[in-house]
């Protein structure tokens, strides 16, 4: 059995398996390296599991049902079906297509951050600067056109932004492996988060400052959770929401397709300076 | 309602202070309430069993308002909290 160590957000991964084919590609998509036993979570991979799609196209992007059940977690999926015992910190998966292993791994990644006190954020998130900005709203708002409207931008997520607090309580964005369009090389985890801005396209721009309070109700629907009503992870998320609200201001951020919306952010955080 | 029953925090819901003001996560609902200055005040008060008579008092002390017009605001606000199972009365 071969196993291949990766970390998301700093949170080591230990996948076992014994098809060579998928330990290459999982140490080239994310920079995985040989592992011992208990170096980290445990995902075992089915042995007739492969990371060629075939005939089952239309089922990519649709999201798996998700359950809990005695605290193990079921994903269920026409071309994936995985497991994961919260307790144990174990799972199991059997996929049909790389882009189902990454669709679980990026599901199990979305539950443990939170009980390491992170959140998935349904964002794009770029460096620029020596700061990390975080752009957030419902499919279609425009998250990748920002990434592609800004000059060579420093790309910490398209789709899924992993932010954890650190051993100080201060959240930090860590470099996400999940992407949608826009991949790039490991960047180093980074402190300073200069805001977080709700698209609005619009024929002007500007940016609205968001109360904390009217905020948070904007960002509980952001996060990436497989499953609604679950009551620890509830309390959970929204502890951690309201705490980023209190590091990090929360914008509306009006723009039209051209880069002026960075002088806009830049003048309005100039001033909050 | 009546005024000789104490109410306190139904202690299943979750309260986090945001400028100030209370958001109240209600877990088993998934659901999430703000509260304004006035009513943060009394939520802040219900951590610990009051009455409604108590409630006015501290109100009025407070806010430096009328009597009548905290009473039938109050009744109003208790009863939402009720309806929503935010508060239990002991």
Same mark, same amino acid.
């Given at each position: 059995?071969?196993?291949?160590?990766?970390?998301?957000?700093? *949170?080591?991964?230990?996948?076992?398996?014994?098809?060579?084919?998928?330990?290459?590609?999982?140490?080239?998509?994310?920079?995985?390296?040989?592992?011992?036993?208990?170096?980290?979570?445990?995902?075992?991979?089915?042995?007739?599991?492969?990371?060629?799609?075939?005939? /089952?196209?239309?089922?990519?992007?649709?999201?798996?049902?998700?359950?809990?059940?005695?605290?193990?977690?079921?994903?269920?999926?026409?071309?994936?079906?995985?497991?994961?015992?919260?307790?144990?910190?174990?799972?199991?998966?059997?996929?049909?297509?790389?882009?189902?292993?990454?669709?679980?791994?990026?599901?199990?990644?979305?539950?443990?951050?939170?009980?390491?006190?992170?959140?998935?954020?349904?964002?794009?998130?770029?460096?620029? /600067?020596?700061?990390?900005?975080?752009?957030?709203?419902?499919?279609?708002?425009?998250?990748?056109?920002?990434?592609?409207?800004?000059?060579?931008?420093?790309?910490?997520?398209?789709?899924?932004?992993?932010?954890?607090?650190?051993?100080?309580?201060?959240?930090?964005?860590?470099?996400?492996?999940?992407?949608?369009?826009?991949?790039?090389?490991?960047?180093?985890?980074?402190?300073?988060?200069?805001?977080?801005?709700?698209?609005?396209?619009?024929?002007?721009?500007?940016?609205?400052?968001?109360?904390?309070?009217?905020?948070?109700?904007?960002?509980?629907? *952001?996060?990436?959770?497989?499953?609604?009503?679950?009551?620890?992870?509830? /309390?959970?998320?929204?502890?951690?929401?309201?705490?980023?609200?209190?590091?990090?201001?929360?914008?509306?951020?009006?723009?039209?397709?051209?880069?002026?919306?960075?002088?806009?952010?830049?003048?309005?955080?100039?001033?909050?300076? | 309602?009546?005024?000789?029953?104490?109410?306190?925090?139904?202690?299943? *819901?979750?309260?986090?202070?945001?400028?100030?003001?209370?958001?109240?996560?209600?877990?088993?609902?998934?659901?999430?309430?703000?509260? /304004?200055?006035?009513?943060?005040?009394?939520?802040?008060?219900?951590?610990?069993?009051?009455?409604?008579?108590?409630?006015?008092?501290?109100?009025?002390?407070?806010?430096?308002?009328?009597?009548?017009?905290?009473?039938?605001?109050?009744?109003?606000?208790?009863?939402?909290?009720?309806?929503?199972?935010?508060?239990?009365?002991?």
């Amino acid at each position: 059995m071969n196993k291949i160590l990766l970390e998301f957000a700093e *949170m080591p991964f230990v996948v076992k398996t014994h098809d060579d084919e998928i330990v290459a590609w999982l140490a080239e998509h994310f920079s995985g390296e040989q592992a011992e036993d208990g170096a980290g979570t445990e995902i075992e991979i089915a042995p007739d599991s492969r990371l060629t799609l075939v005939d /089952n196209y239309q089922y990519l992007g649709q999201p798996p049902e998700a359950s809990i059940n005695d605290g193990i977690l079921i994903l269920e999926h026409p071309c994936y079906k995985g497991t994961f015992s919260l307790a144990e910190g174990k799972g199991k998966v059997w996929f049909s297509g790389r882009e189902f292993l990454v669709s679980y791994l990026r599901t199990v990644v979305t539950v443990i951050i939170v009980n390491c006190g992170g959140l998935a954020l349904h964002s794009s998130c770029i460096l620029r /600067n020596g700061k990390t900005y975080i752009f957030t709203g419902y499919s279609g708002a425009g998250k990748s056109t920002v990434i592609k409207l800004t000059e060579d931008p420093v790309i910490y997520s398209d789709e899924v932004t992993l932010l954890k607090k650190n051993d100080k309580g201060l959240f930090s964005i860590h470099h996400s492996p999940f992407r949608s369009e826009f991949h790039s090389d490991y960047l180093p985890p980074t402190a300073d988060i200069a805001g977080i801005f709700f698209l609005r396209q619009d024929s002007r721009v500007f940016l609205e400052k968001m109360p904390p309070k009217e905020a948070i109700f904007a960002i509980l629907p *952001m996060v990436f959770f497989p499953i609604n009503k679950t009551q620890l992870f509830e /309390n959970k998320i929204f502890s951690l929401c309201a705490d980023l609200l209190k590091q990090v201001p929360v914008f509306k951020l009006h723009f039209r397709k051209d880069d002026t919306f960075w002088e806009s952010i830049d003048t309005v955080l100039g001033k909050e300076v | 309602m009546t005024d000789l029953a104490d109410f306190c925090r139904n202690s299943t *819901m979750i309260t986090r202070v945001i400028d100030g003001e209370a958001v109240i996560m209600d877990p088993q609902q998934g659901k999430v309430l703000a509260l /304004n200055e006035v009513g943060s005040f009394i939520w802040e008060l219900l951590d610990s069993p009051h009455s409604q008579g108590d409630l006015l008092d501290k109100i009025c002390r407070e806010f430096n308002v009328g009597r009548e017009e905290a009473a039938a605001d109050l009744e109003e606000f208790l009863a939402v909290l009720k309806s929503k199972d935010l508060v239990v009365t002991a």
